[in-house]
């Protein structure tokens, strides 16, 4: 079998095969197969990753520097005490 599963649809509602049986193999990549076996296993998880983008939008918010100008100091501190760090080590 490729990618299809054997569904139970005594009176075609899901699909409509060149088949009088009961049983019948469903495409899972493409059309009605998708739908019933696909999207209920990928729903869930595309609200998961919403809410965890949501969640992480909200940390870096909270981290995000509040005042470049804040920043640029704080960049530039430490820049200072690198180049002063050095200067120490070679005295």
């Known amino acids: 079998m490729e990618s299809c599963v054997i569904v139970y649809d ?8 060149p ?4 049983c019948y193999l469903l495409h899972i990549d493409k ?14 998880l595309n609200s998961q990753i919403a ?3 949501a969640l992480l939008s909200a940390e870096q ?7 470049p100008i804040l ?6 501190f430490k820049t200072l005490s690198g180049q002063m760090q050095a200067l120490a080590a070679t005295m």
């Open 10 to 17: 005594p009176q075609r509602k899901i699909d409509h095969p």
């Open 19 to 22: 088949i009088n049986e009961e």
């Open 31 to 44: 059309g009605p197969g998708q739908t019933v076996v696909a999207n209920p296993l990928v729903a869930p």
């Open 51 to 53: 809410q965890l983008k």
């Open 61 to 67: 918010q909270k981290v995000a520097p509040a005042d």
């Open 71 to 76: 920043q640029q100091k704080i960049d530039n």
